[in-house]
T-cell receptor, first 111, second 108 residues
Framework: DGGITQSPKYLFRKEGQNVTLSCEQNLNHDAMYWYRQDPGQGLRLIYYSQIVNDFQKGDIAEGYSVSREKKESFPLTVTSAQKNPTAFYLC??????????FGQGTRLTVV | AQRVTQPEKLLSVFKGAPVELKCNYSYSGSPELFWYVQYSRQRLQLLLRHISRESIKGFTADLNKGETSFHLKKPFAQEEDSAMYYCAIGGGADGLTFGKGTHLIIQP
């Protein structure tokens, strides 16, 4: 069953803590993306990767980090430097210009 | 930098009426444009892309390079069309950029 999987579905973080959101795809897509979705803000691009071992900052990369060691995986770390991390995070993958496939999302809450 | 503007946060139309969701973009070069839809409690999914010139669920979108627009249209709205709609551009070296979305409500 091909697709893109994000985990966990819900995540709680204490102030000052780093957390990592998982994103895995078995679609053999080269490109992967991380977005943040806030009410009224649409989707804002955090980081994206066109190929393994390479990634670029999006519009709101501050306070986040990523890695792309494998084609299938693109984890996102929300660091303590991110001052307002409570949001819904979406991961996507794509190949060529056929459009992106999205995961179900992770809802991160700071407690 | 590429940019997408969806001027309407909310659009409400009656069932059977025509629908037009507006999307304007700025991009240097030949853009790749998409419409995505998010139904309640479902993941975001691709609705259509300009390069394929297809019609999905009765929706069409025409790229107008002169007006830098990619409006989404449907001649007769159905209640199941109620959802959030996002216009997007890119997917290449500059990533995939989304507009802020339009919440479409179809009234019975």
């Amino acid at each position: 069953d091909g697709g893109i999987t994000q985990s966990p579905k819900y995540l709680f973080r204490k102030e000052g803590q780093n957390v990592t959101l998982s994103c895995e795809q078995n679609l053999n897509h080269d490109a992967m993306y991380w977005y943040r979705q806030d009410p009224g803000q649409g989707l804002r691009l955090i980081y994206y990767s066109q190929i393994v071992n390479d990634f670029q900052k999006g519009d709101i990369a501050e306070g986040y980090s990523v890695s792309r060691e494998k084609k299938e995986s693109f984890p996102l770390t929300v660091t303590s430097a991110q001052k307002n991390p409570t949001a819904f995070y979406l991961c996507a993958s794509s190949i060529d210009n056929r459009g992106a496939f999205f995961g179900q999302g992770t809802r991160l809450t700071v407690v | 930098a590429q940019r997408v503007t969806q001027p309407e946060k909310l659009l409400s139309v009656f069932k059977g009426a025509p629908v037009e969701l507006k999307c304007n973009y700025s991009y240097s070069g030949s853009p790749e444009l998409f419409w995505y839809v998010q139904y309640s409690r479902q993941r975001l999914q691709l609705l259509l892309r300009h390069i394929s010139r297809e019609s999905i669920k009765g929706f069409t979108a025409d790229l107008n390079k002169g007006e830098t627009s990619f409006h989404l249209k449907k001649p007769f709205a159905q209640e199941e069309d109620s959802a959030m709609y996002y216009c997007a551009i890119g997917g290449g070296a500059d990533g995939l950029t989304f507009g802020k979305g339009t919440h479409l409500i179809i009234q019975p």
